[in-house]
T-cell receptor, first 113, second 113 residues
């Protein structure tokens, strides 16, 4: 298994500002992913964080809004840029092991005022 | 093609009863089918997973039944307990490296004592 930690666990931000979420995995994972989850809803994939190269974004998500870095096998960051109240959500980091098992962090609860 | 359809949306079960949640998929390339359990304020936790080479997998009170020809799989929770009250998500992915999980919409389970 893999243990995934995220920082911060929650934050309240002002409109127009940016927040960077950090994700640390305790073991080497083949892939890392970022998801968004609205309260009471399912998980929506934002992007795949690729080590040493640009992230792969899903439809509806763009790099200028959600820049992602993955400098090594166990660490990634997601920045939510120029925030608006619509960005209020839970952001989840996930890591996938070689056999396909995928584990999730505890999430970052973001509120934008 | 990429959807995973989950039902029911919500479920109420008496303590000691059997909880059954169903999922269906279309993409025959999917070959990994996990179930996640999520409590309020927490990230999704991997509960149990199955691959298409077996029709059933059991771990404690949790069993996955898999029907490859019908493209369906289900989670059975035997002897349901109030502590099982949570949201359950089915998911699917392919064996390709970098393929993220596709999630169902979730089922909110409430076990009454």
């Amino acid at each position: 298994s893999a243990v995934i930690s995220q920082k911060p666990s929650r934050d309240i931000c002002q409109r127009g500002t940016s927040l960077t979420i950090q994700c640390q995995v305790d073991s080497q994972v083949t892939m890392m992913f970022w998801y968004r989850q609205q309260p009471g809803q399912s998980l929506t994939l934002i992007a795949t964080a690729n080590q040493g190269s640009e992230a792969t974004y899903e439809s509806g998500f763009v790099i200028d809004k959600f820049p992602i870095s993955r400098p090594n096998l166990t660490f990634s960051t997601l920045t939510v840029s120029n925030m608006s109240p619509e960005d209020s959500s839970i952001y989840l980091c996930s890591g996938r092991l070689a056999l396909g098992e995928q584990f999730f962090g505890p999430g970052t609860r973001l509120t934008v005022l | 093609q990429q959807q995973v359809k989950q039902s029911p949306q919500s479920l109420i079960v008496q303590k000691g009863g059997i909880s059954i949640i169903n999922c269906a998929y279309e993409n025959t390339a999917f070959d990994y089918f996990p179930w996640y359990q999520q409590f309020p304020g927490k990230g999704p936790a991997l509960l149990i997973a199955i691959r298409p080479d077996v029709s059933e997998k059991k771990e404690g009170r949790f069993t996955i039944s898999f029907n490859k020809s019908a493209k369906q799989f289900s989670l059975h929770i035997m002897d349901s307990q109030p502590g099982d009250s949570a949201t359950y998500f089915c998911a699917a992915s392919t064996g390709q490296a970098g393929t993220a999980l596709i999630f169902g919409k979730g089922t909110t389970l409430s076990v009454s004592s």
